[in-house]
Structures are given as structure tokens and as C-alpha cells.
């Protein structure tokens, strides 16, 4: 049968013995995330998704995107290291978002941007965290809402303890942007009780939403909060949903992860860590 995808990070968790605005965000310059030139290299292939550099990037199913993680479990991927690299580019691309060194710096007199987190019991709930952490770092006022509690982070949250908010009212709304770290399949598929509000409040607030890898299953309830931005994590799903502005994050994975599935992966990545994608088919 076919195994989920919060079934596959169980098993890198598993491994580890863990627990089964003035600024106007449309203006961020490419350049700043993306390549600045055509690399020399030559490709043969085709993709579902290329980047601004015409570097096609294979879109792949659920299925055939658990078979590469499960390669790349077995090759030594800790899942760890995936959480903090893709929790690491989420902040950076973040701070872009908000506008970077004209927004983000010590010398800035107006009010520092906010940024509301949420985060569920999923694996984009950890990345989201990590993201906060990072964040509340830089000059950036984090609230971070956990709605499920994840599993094996009772230390950063402790060190996020003065950043959290306890429930959805307490959330302003005016806020500069929002990092959605609830939109994983499994906890879509549950549809908890909490979902309702929060998809209300991202609504009225209308603050652009930055998702993490969402995987929309066909039937829901309602449409999930509506996301300006979104990032994949490794690989993009073939179909994810309404996911706004797509952006993939290197989270580590390699050729040899991708091979029996025939597909001919080369890393679209060069000298960055986040890049935009744009589809290539309907």
C-alpha cells in the first residue's frame, strides 16, 4: 500500500530515535533568491516546472516524491537536517519578503514587521518552528500559534516560550505577513476543529500567506488559507492545489535518490538555496 508522506518522515524520525507594510513584497528582486546568469551547462531533459534560468525541474506525484525521500532515507538523509535547512530558507526568503535590508535592520525606525507562525503537529509545524526561531532573530516581531503540538520539540519551543500566543483571538490583525506551517496532507485530511477559525482569520486579516509544502487532498471541506507563496520542499508535487507563487528549497537531495524512479534529476540550485519555479505544463 501506499505509504503516506508523514509515514515516510516517520521513518527519517524513526532513524534518529525521535518520536513516530511599506514595503511592497512584489518588488523583491529575483536576483536576490535566483541566479543572476544562464549557467554554462547544458540541458537535454524536459521538467514540468523550469526557473527563471530556463533550467527545466521535474514535477513529480506523491507517490514517486515518497519513493526519492525514502532513497535518500536509506542513502543517509537525517530528517533533522531537512527540517533545519528548509526551516533556515524559509526565514531567509521571509526576510526578503518583508523586504530585506531596507525593512529588517537595526537602523530602521519604524516598527519592526510581524510575522505570524502557525504550526501543527505536521512536518511543515517543525519547519515552520524553525523558521520562528530564526526570525525572532533578525529583528522580525515573531507570533507563533501552535494549534498541534509537535512531537520532539518541547526545547524549541521553551526557547520560543515569550514569541507564543494561545489561541487564534489572540492574533492582531494587522500583520505584515504569515508562514502557514498547517497545510501537510495529514493534517488537511483530519480537518481539525481549530482549522476553521484560523482559515477565517487568514482571511480577514488579508496579510499575504508564505506556505510550506502543501499537499491538498482532491476533497476538503473549504478552501485552505489561500497562499501568496509557496515552497516546496526538494521536489515539487505535480498537483498541490491553488499554491500562489511556487518556490522550491534545496533540502539536500541527490542524483542517486531519484534513479530508479528514471528520473534524470540535476540540481537547479547552483549558488542558492530557494529559487521561483514556473510550470511548464497545464
Known sequence: ???????????????????????????????????????????????????????????????????????????????SHVVSVAGMAMSQMTIQLLGGSCRVNPQNHNKPPVAVVLVSSGDGGKVALTAALHLSQHSVNVLVLVLDKPQGCDGMLNVLNKYLVQSVSCLPSVVDIIIDGIQDRNTLLRWPGWLDSVIDWTEESAAPLLAIDPQHPTKLPRTPPVAKWSCALGAPLLSQGNVGRLFLIDIGLFPSAFQDQDIAYTSPFFDKFVIPLHRTTS
Open 1 to 79: 500500500s501506499t505509504q503516506s508522506t508523514g509515514e515516510i518522515f516517520d521513518e527519517w524520525r524513526a532513524q534518529e530515535g525521535g518520536n513516530v507594510s511599506h514595503h511592497n513584497p512584489e518588488k523583491i528582486k529575483p536576483s536576490e533568491m535566483v541566479l543572476r546568469r544562464s549557467p554554462v551547462r547544458t540541458f537535454t531533459f524536459s521538467g514540468e516546472f523550469q526557473t527563471d534560468e530556463k533550467i527545466p525541474v521535474v514535477g513529480l506525484s506523491l507517490t514517486k516524491r515518497i519513493a526519492v525521500f525514502k532513497n535518500a532515507i536509506n542513502s543517509g538523509l537525517s530528517y
